[in-house]
């Protein structure tokens, strides 16, 4: 015998309206799911560490129940120490002109995909970081500019504000201090007037502080790192990334052993050589959790001045290389660009008569193949 179906009483449209009206919008939940390991510091929404693989990994990212399309497939790290308020507009420049749609100074697309997006203002960062004495960290404050954040500080001497690139765990209240127009007198005073290299990395390789490479110790964790001595940091400057000091090349002169260069390992693999006075942040970039981000919708794609992809195989053949044909194919043809250049890897340009001098070790190249794992 068939049993009856237990139906369920629907609300009428006057209830329907009554609920209507006390909607509730998106409301943020985080991973309750606890991590198989002990946390670096308390579970505030910080940063965990792990030495295990990284498929086990916990990653610390909130997500929002699905009210909407949009909410469903939204992820953001867990940045809750950020400023909320607006940026110190002393250090900051509009950001408006042609060049906001890919275009160079004579109007012609030279980035495609680009365009639109909300409003920014620049942020004037120091790089370079050649003021001397302690500075207080005022704020961690989010870039629309740049994956990592940046840190407002303020030089204990005069009150001089400026911008620097954020490490990983800075956080408002913290004392640093950069070491590139010299070692102060009274760090000195405190060695004993004896500069013992030990004692002066214990002293001076600490988070967020600045000085020349080769005061930093072999296999420390860098960041904004240089490759000249009268320049900024023009490496490792995205969120989450880092370098690794591998060893020092020196040269015996009659006053001694001289260091000429140091070497690093950069994220992408290369080993290359930098002057022993470039500059360098102990630490790693702050918010390392970018890259497991998820915008949910494509209009968030929109917001950050990203225009629509369309991929070469869906377009005719007069259009791209990769198009006409029925079905998915892209003609038998190697994966080009529009205009005939090759997608994976490109024309080899370094000749014999153009070495890469301060290269030591090329980054692993795979043109278009698989990593084997």
């Known amino acids: 015998m068939l049993q009856p179906r237990i139906c369920q009483l629907q609300p009428t449209r006057l209830g329907k309206c009554v609920l209507s009206s006390f909607r509730t919008y998106a ?9 198989a390991f ?26 929002y129940k699905p009210r909407t399309p949009g909410l469903r497939h939204l992820k953001r790290p867990v940045n809750d120490h950020l400023w909320k308020g607006r940026p110190y507009l002393k250090l900051t420049i509009p950001k408006k002109g042609q060049h906001l749609g890919g275009r160079n100074n004579s109007g012609k697309v030279t980035v495609r995909h680009r365009g639109g997006g909300h409003k920014r203002r ?21 870039d629309p500019n740049r994956s990592a954040h940046l840190a407002l500080i303020t030089r204990v001497e005069t009150g ?14 913290d004392q640093i201090e950069s070491y590139r127009s010299g070692i102060p007198k009274e760090l000195l005073d405190s060695m004993g007037g004896v500069m013992d290299p030990g004692m002066l990395a214990a002293k001076t ?20 790192v240089g490759s000249k001595s009268t320049w900024g940091g023009v490496f490792c400057r995205s969120a989450g990334t880092y370098a690794i000091v591998m060893n020092r090349e020196e ?15 950069l994220q992408s693999g290369e080993m290359r050589k930098v002057s022993p006075d470039a500059c360098c942040t102990i630490g790693v970039a702050s918010n390392p959790q970018s890259h497991f981000t998820s915008l949910g ?11 629509p992809e369309v991929r070469g195989v869906a377009m005719n053949a007069a259009d791209h290389p990769h198009g006409g044909g ?3 194919s892209k003609g038998n043809v190697h994966p080009v660009s529009p205009w005939g250049t090759p997608a994976k890897g490109g024309y080899k340009t370094r000749h014999k008569r153009n070495k890469h001098t301060f290269l030591v070790q090329d980054r692993p190249r795979n043109q278009g193949k698989r990593r084997p794992r």
């Open 326 to 328: 029925r079905g998915k």
């Open 160 to 173: 001089e504000k400026s911008y620097i690139v954020a490490a990983d765990g800075m956080r408002e209240g």
């Open 205 to 224: 390789a600490s988070r967020g502080n600045c000085l020349p490479i080769r005061m930093v110790p072999l296999g420390t964790q860098v960041y904004n």
């Open 27 to 35: 409301t943020a939940t985080d991973h309750v799911s606890p991590p």
């Open 38 to 63: 002990e946390p670096a510091i308390a579970a505030d929404g910080a940063v965990f560490q792990n030495q295990g693989p990284r498929k086990d990994e916990f990653i610390p990212l909130r997500t």
């Open 122 to 142: 620049i942020r004037i960062v120091d790089y370079m970081r050649f003021t001397p004495g302690k500075h207080v960290v005022d704020r961690i404050e989010y």
């Open 251 to 265: 040269v015996e002169t009659a006053k001694g052993l001289k260091i000429v260069s140091i070497i690093v390992r």
């Open 297 to 307: 919708k494509a209009g968030r794609a929109r917001w950050l001045g990203k225009r």
